[in-house]
């Protein structure tokens, strides 16, 4: 029935439901029940109302849509894509940048694409099976989504970008290129995704994070910020990346690894475990950090150099070579491990200390100061070196011995006990005990000194005491 306004009525009597209205400008809902017709068909009158807003054509493939919001059709111009037909759409009116009459891409049928929003298929691009594009999202070139992908909000796709299985992208997303994005991924916010990047499994991009080149990103990995990853990186399992953190070249990170702030993992290392990068730390090289090990603040891992454990490398520290830090040692001011130097169980290196060469330091040891360790020393026990001391050779210090000052030992020296090896005192070539003091410009060799012995500055420079 229809409703009459101030001056007409227009009789419903009509037998072949007909399709002008000219002079009543409301129609009440259930007058609309059975019409099946396209919604421009309505009406030649400007005015023309709907009362508020219910009232449903259902078109030809049984879709239905407000009459006021209908806004493409599908033309007869068809191409098949395996076993399905996808036909070439044309707008009906004018919205966003589309106007009347212009072509778009392929659907297979209005399900594909929402009737309400501004969003698109333009070109030659594709949406088919169950996918659906919503809200102001545009689809370009020759992109394909299909499967039961949803893209929407203002997302685009460009080129040859490909969005299936049960992806999600919106936001103010950007995928271009040849990038593939499909499972169960989700890309949203502002984040950009292109090259051949590869999104799958229930992996999460989104704010401002960039992914392009080869990358490869997948299970429940998760990349926001705006963190960069590129090159041919990979990024898996449940490791999250962050902040301004980059991620390239053939860079691995894996299992329950975070890495932020503005950490840079480049080359072919492997971040694993629980490890965590942060600060402005670096890895590049073959270098490798696993276990739940930290590399943090302006720290550098590279070459073959390897930190593991609870181990933590902090401040500007430089592992590099074939240096092992494991356990749960630390390192952190300016010190230089390198060569094949092992540092683990508690020990801990800091200040602008230096270990190389085959040098173990473990236990409870510190070295620290300007204190340098190399050869095949081995400093364990709660020995201390520091100062610009110096421990080298095959010699070794233990127990709770201290090495300081400008002190030197070396070759195949042993000191332990509560020894002190003191200003510029040099050992070599001797066995040091118990709780021997050995001081100023003292030199020892070839001789076990023990039990309470304590030997101070002598009268001549240079002295080489020989017991």
């Not at 929003?117 to 691009?125: E, K, M, Q, R």
């Not at 429940?220 to 980059?246: E, H, L, P, R, T």
Request: glycine residues 10%; charged residues 25%.
């Amino acid at each position: 029935m229809f409703e009459k306004d101030e001056k007409k009525v227009v009789d419903a009597e009509v037998g072949d439901q007909t399709k002008t209205f000219k002079v009543s400008k409301r129609l009440i809902v259930d007058d609309l029940g059975n019409i099946s017709e396209d919604a421009r068909n309505l009406s030649d009158e400007d005015n023309f109302q709907v009362v508020p807003g219910h009232a449903q054509v259902i078109d030809e493939n049984k879709v239905s849509v407000n009459a006021t919001l209908k806004k493409y059709e599908l033309t007869d111009e068809e191409i098949s894509i395996n076993s399905h037909k996808l036909y070439r759409i044309r707008a009906l009116r004018d919205f966003g940048h589309v106007k009347a009459g212009d072509l778009g891409g392929f659907i297979a049928d209005e399900t594909n694409l929402s009737h309400e929003g501004h969003c698109w298929v333009n070109y030659d691009a594709r949406v088919y099976e169950t996918a659906r594009v919503s809200g102001d999202a545009q689809i370009f070139d020759d992109a394909e989504v299909c499967g039961n992908a949803r893209v929407y909000g203002d997302a685009g796709v460009w080129h040859d970008a490909k969005i299936y299985g049960q992806a999600q992208i919106f936001g103010n997303t950007r995928v271009l290129a040849s990038a593939q994005i499909y499972d169960n991924a989700a890309v949203y916010d502002s984040s950009q995704i292109s090259g051949n990047a590869r999104i799958h499994g229930d992996a999460c991009i989104c704010g401002y994070a960039t992914v392009f080149n080869n990358v490869e990103i997948y299970d429940n990995a998760k990349i926001y910020g705006c963190a960069m990853i590129f090159d041919n990186a990979s990024v898996y399992g449940n490791a999250a990346v962050w902040g301004d953190a980059q991620v390239c070249e053939n860079a691995k990170l894996h299992e329950n690894v975070k890495v932020y702030e503005k950490v840079k993992v480049s080359g072919h290392a492997k971040i694993g475990g629980d490890a965590m990068i942060y600060g402005k730390a670096e890895i590049y090289n073959n270098a490798k950090v696993y276990g739940c090990a930290q590399v943090a603040e302006n720290a550098k891992v590279f070459d073959n150099a390897k930190v593991s454990g609870n181990a933590k490398v902090l401040g500007s520290a430089n592992v590099y070579g074939n240096a092992h830090i494991y356990d749960n040692a630390q390192t952190c001011g300016k010190v230089e491990i390198f060569n094949s130097a092992e540092i683990y169980g508690d020990a801990r290196i800091y200040d602008n200390g230096g270990i190389f060469g085959n040098a173990r330091v473990y236990g409870n040891a510190r070295v620290f100061g300007d204190a340098s360790v190399f050869g095949n020393t081995e400093v364990s026990g709660n020995a201390i070196v520091r100062g610009h001391a110096e421990v080298y050779g095959n010699a070794k210090v233990y127990g709770n011995a201290g090495i300081f000052n400008f002190a030197k030992v070396h070759g195949k020296a042993q000191v332990c006990g509560d020894s002190v090896v003191q200003g510029i005192a040099e050992v070599y070539g001797s066995e040091i005990l118990d709780n021997v003091v050995i001081s100023t410009s003292d030199q020892i060799n070839k001789k076990e000194i023990h039990n309470d012995v304590k030997i101070h500055q002598t009268k001549s420079k240079n002295h080489s005491l020989c017991l």
